[in-house]
């Protein structure tokens, strides 16, 4: 089966920087997501890693190492509204998705 | 544009009854998907279609049936219900298969 791992629990001050991290074990790879979901809400696409390498969307980056089976979710300038879980997914050879269990940011004023 | 819509938001159901998750879109995608979200858990999918006609199933779909009918109908069955239901269930849509998700706002289901 795939295996994707992620810390449980995160907290950052606003205005901060904080890094989630990915592992993933997978059967190949054709891509790694990254959803946003605020509680009690639906998952949101952030987005889409298929190369090595960063990906910068306004405050927020992904970086991907297909070699280490690694990515990252960078949040920048930490706001209040950030507070959320964060989901690691990746696609597999078959193209099937599986998702991490999240990550929980909590942001202190 | 109402995205993918999704009712009931909640539901209490009472061991052995049955009830059916209503999932529509409006973005003409082939690609849907149940999953359902347990604490501590990541999404599980149940069930997935790649076009009218056409159903699938995921990695947990014993407890559930579905049918596509139609590109923008996707309803989830669940025939006798089990206390092991309980869980939060999403229906999703994707252009592609398994590309950017569009998730439905979640249906909390409770069984006692």
């Known amino acids: 089966g795939q295996n994707i791992d992620q810390p449980t629990e995160m907290t950052a001050t606003e205005g901060a920087i904080v890094q989630i991290n990915c592992t993933y074990q997978?059967?190949?790879?054709?891509?790694l997501f990254w959803y946003q979901q605020h509680a009690g809400e639906a998952p949101t696409f952030l987005s889409y890693?298929?190369?090595?390498g960063l990906e910068e969307k306004g405050r927020f980056s992904s970086f991907l190492s297909r070699s280490k089976g690694y990515s990252y979710l960078l949040l920048k300038e930490l706001q209040m509204k950030d507070s959320a879980s964060y989901l690691c997914a990746v696609r597999d050879q078959d193209y099937k998705l599986s998702f991490g269990a999240g990550t929980t940011v909590t942001v202190r004023a | 544009n109402a995205g993918v819509t999704q009712t009931p938001k909640f539901r209490i159901l009472k061991i052995g009854q049955s009830m059916t998750l209503q999932c529509t879109q409006d973005m003409n995608h082939n690609y849907m998907y149940w999953y359902r979200q347990d604490p501590g858990m990541g999404l599980k999918l149940i069930y997935y279609s790649v076009g009218a006609g056409i159903t699938d199933k995921g990695e947990v779909p014993n407890g559930y049936n579905v049918s596509r009918s139609t590109t923008e109908d996707f309803p989830l069955r669940l025939e006798l219900a089990a206390p092991s239901q309980t869980s939060v269930y999403f229906c999703?849509?994707?252009?592609?298969?398994?590309?950017?998700?569009?998730f439905g706002s979640g249906t909390q289901l409770s069984v006692l």
């Open positions: 999703a849509s994707s252009p592609r298969e398994y590309e950017k998700l569009f």
């Open positions: 997978t059967s190949g790879f054709n891509g």
């Open positions: 890693n298929v190369l090595d």
